[in-house]
C-alpha cells in the first residue's frame, strides 16, 4: 500500500455522493436523499433500478447456474439472440460485456469479410465527436486527442473524418473503404444526431461502394429513442451494429449483432469471451427486450420523450441566458449550455436531480424508459430552480 495512491485506480473525476438504493427513477443516498435519476448510469438502467421483473429474472437464474462457459449451449443465450434476430435487421449475435468489447468484434468482423473477399480494405471510416469505448482498438477508432494521448502507437485502419459533413463522407468514401462506423446520435460526443436524411445517403453510398456500414447503437439503441434502435427512425439497416448499456439494465452485457453475409468470416476459433452472453446476464436481457419489445412500450417512451422536449424547449425559452437548444431523440436528449455545463450539472444535484455532461458544453437527460409523466413535472421544476440559481 502506498498512502499517497488511492487503492482505487484515480482515472475518474467521482463527485462525492454515495448511494445505498435505487427505486425506479430515484436513486437514495447513504444519509437518505432522495435523488431523481436523469442519468440512467449512463443509458443502462433502461428499466430504471431494482426493476421487480428483471429482479425476479436474475434471482431465479442466479439460483439455477451462473456460469457454464461458451464450451456449451446455453439455451437462454440463445432466446436472447433469437429475440434480437426476430426484431431487428441482423441474421446472428454475439455477445460480449460491454460496449467496447462490441467495438473490437465489429472491428475485427470487418477486417475478417474483407480477408476473405481476396481484395483487402483496410480503412475504417469513422467522425470527429465519436465515442466506441476505451481499448486501444476503440481509441484509435474515435481518434480524439483527449483519449488517445500518451497511449500509442495507435491502432492502424482508421481516418477520421468531420461530423455532419456529408460532403467529405462522399469524398472519403470509396471502393478502398472497408467501412464506416458512426452513432446515428453521438453519446459522449454531446447528442449529436445524424439527421435521417444524412444516414439514408450514407447507406446508399456504402452500397455503392460496398464498404460495410457499421451503426455503434451502445447508447441510443434499446429503446432510447422510442424505437427499438435509432437506425430505424430513417428506414434503414446497418451490416454491423454494437449494442450494450441498455441491454442489460444495468447487468454487464453487450452484443454485436449482424447479417450473415457481414459475418460470413466469424467461424469457429475466429473470437471468443469467457463470460460473454452467461447465463446470468442473457436472462436479464432476454426479460429487458421482451419488456420493452411489448405491444405499446416504445409507443411510451415517444410520448414522454416528445413531454419531456416539449417542457425542456419551454425552459429554454425562460432561461435563455443559460440555454441554447434542446437536442436529440426520445428519451435521449440534451441540453446545450450557455454557462459551462458543469455548473449546471452541479446546479441540477444540488436542486436533487442526477444528469451527465457531454462533449459541446452539453448536459444529458437520459431518465429511465420508465420514467412517469410526474417524475418529468418533477425534473422540469428541478432543472428551472438550477438554472435560476445560475442566473
Ligand atoms: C458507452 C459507449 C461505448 C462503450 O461501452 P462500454 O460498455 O463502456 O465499454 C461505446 N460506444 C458508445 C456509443 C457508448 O456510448
Known sequence: MNASFPPVLPTYNRTPLRFAHGQGSWLIAEDGTRYLDFTSGIAVNALGHAHPALVAALTEQAQALWHVSNLYEIPVQEKLAEALVAHTFADTVFF??????????????????????????????????????????????????????????LMPGFKTLPWGDLDALRAALDDTVAAVMIEPIQGEGGIRPLPDADLKALRALCDQTGALLVLDEVQCGMGRTGRLFAHEWAGITPDIMMVAKGIGGGFPLGAVLATARAASGMGVGTHGSTYGGNPLACAVGLKLVEIITSDGFLDTVRRKGALLRQKLEGLVASHPDIFEEVRGTGLMLGLKCTCPNTDLVRAAQDAHLLTVPAADNVIRLLPPLTISEDEITEALRRLDQAASTLS
Open 96 to 153: 460480449t460485456n460491454s460496449g467496447t468489447e462490441a467495438a473490437e468484434l465489429a472491428i475485427k468482423m470487418v477486417r475478417k469479410y474483407w480477408h476473405d473477399q481476396g481484395t483487402p480494405r483496410d480503412t475504417i471510416l469513422t467522425f470527429e465527436g465519436a465515442f466506441h469505448g476505451r481499448s486501444t482498438g476503440a481509441i484509435a477508432a474515435a481518434g480524439a486527442e483527449k483519449m488517445t494521448k500518451g497511449f500509442g502507437p
